[in-house]
């Protein structure tokens, strides 16, 4: 089966979950972190699945696998903003423990995707 979009792919979808969470979460942080910690983990969150969406569209492999690399660089920093704001207390431990679930698991699917790419271009 031949994936004709980025919106099939497994990866961009639970980017764009993440994405959703990191909103809803970052919503009730205080105010005057608006245009702090609030920013940053939204433009993080939001470049995760835009750089998956970007290097798909690029349709040569090394392109794609560095846009995935950026994605996954995306990941890493969103992954320390989320780490900040947990010890901040501005996210409860419930919330914590699912986002650090779906962080991983992205960060997984980033990697085999990085190495399905290498494969594909040896071939």
Known sequence: ?????????????????????????TSVFPRDEQYGLTGQMRRSAVSIPSNIAEGFSRGHTPEYMQFIRIALGSLAELDTQFT????????????????????????????NLIKSLKNRENK
């Open 84 to 111: 900040i704001a947990c010890r901040r207390n501005y996210i409860n431990s419930d919330s914590a423990e699912k986002l650090t679930d779906k962080l991983d698991h992205e960060a997984r699917m980033l990697m």
């Open 1 to 25: 089966m031949t994936v004709k979009s980025y919106k099939e792919l497994d990866v961009w979808q639970k980017g764009i979950e993440i994405v959703d969470e990191i909103y809803t979460l």
